[in-house]
């Protein structure tokens, strides 16, 4: 049996007064743990630390020390500007007193999540896993340009993650979160698109998806046939469907927590990279 305690709103960044929230069991407290990073969703617009409630619990169960952080969101702050805080993150855990191995950090997120663990392991080396990752920004905004970008099926602020209807494709809301992070700007769009900037730094990859859904399947496709022409492992699992993230947690955490379990310590390409 557990015994769960959660840190709540301990700041990480002191510019933009940012925090986490620090789940671990703390009759499994030892320097040889490992620890993961949670990053929330919310297309980059919305989404909060404490959606992830949920993940963060089932990691620490298994002795993990958890850090899910809350990160700036657009209009407000465009990419890089979510990149730039999982990097502070990332640095931030390395350095506090909290006992874990310092060797075997993760990241995980769910679809805007997911894509900035990906971002996270494409800079600094440390395995990931991407449930549901929002892959495509450039090529995907480049082929549907009659699509109308809008987000009247947007997610109601403030709905719990486990009650967000994201079934199936939405690809007017897809285009709108896309163009929203970047303001619609082509050339911060072209940099901001993962399949641009994959090379042989990045860690490895655990990439989720279910067979029918706000993701593209072809996105993770050619993600993965990129980590492949640079020699980065990787594990893709499309999931009977057309849920969204948590919506198959039943299915894709015990080869998550596998996928880790391979990966973690064993990666010596590890380092902190700035954009």
């Known amino acids: 049996m557990t015994n769960i305690n959660v840190e709540r709103d301990v700041q990480y960044d002191g510019t933009y007064d940012l925090t986490l929230d620090i789940y671990q069991d703390i009759d499994t407290i030892s320097d040889d743990r490992k620890a993961i990073i949670i990053i929330h969703g919310g297309g980059w617009w919305l989404g909060y630390k404490e959606e992830e409630v949920n993940w963060a619990n089932e990691f620490a169960e298994q002795g993990y020390i958890v850090f899910v952080p809350n990160y700036r969101l657009a209009p407000d702050y465009l990419y ?6 999982m990097l502070t993150v990332y640095d931030w855990i390395k350095t506090s007193d909290y006992h874990f191995d310092r060797t075997k950090i993760g ?4 679809s805007s999540g997911g894509n900035l663990a990906i971002e996270l392991g494409m800079q600094t080396g440390i395995p990931i896993a991407s449930w549901s990752g929002i892959i495509d920004l450039d090529h995907w905004i480049e082929t549907h340009p009659d699509v109308v970008a809008s987000n009247k ?4 602020p403030g709905t719990p993650v486990d009650q967000i209807n994201q079934t199936g494709s939405n690809d007017p809301y897809y285009k709108w979160f896309v163009l929203n992070y970047v303001n619609g700007d082509n050339a911060l769009l072209q940099k901001a698109s993962l399949l641009n900037r994959v090379d042989a730094k990045a860690g490895p990859m655990y990439l989720a998806n279910s067979l029918d859904e706000l993701s593209p399947n072809d996105a993770v496709q050619r993600l993965q046939a990129e980590l492949i022409k640079n020699n980065i492992p990787s594990v893709v699992q499309f999931v009977t469907g057309h849920g969204h993230g948590e919506a198959y947690m039943a299915i894709a955490q015990e080869p998550t927590l596998a996928f880790f379990e391979t990966y973690l310590g064993q990666n010596p390409r590890a380092h902190h990279a700035k954009l």
Do not use: L
Not at 80 to 85: I, K, S, T, Y
Not at 107 to 110: E, L, N, S, T
């Open 153 to 156: 099926n947007a997610p109601i």
């Open 80 to 85: 890089p500007a979510p990149v730039e805080d």
């Open 107 to 110: 990241a995980a997120g769910m």
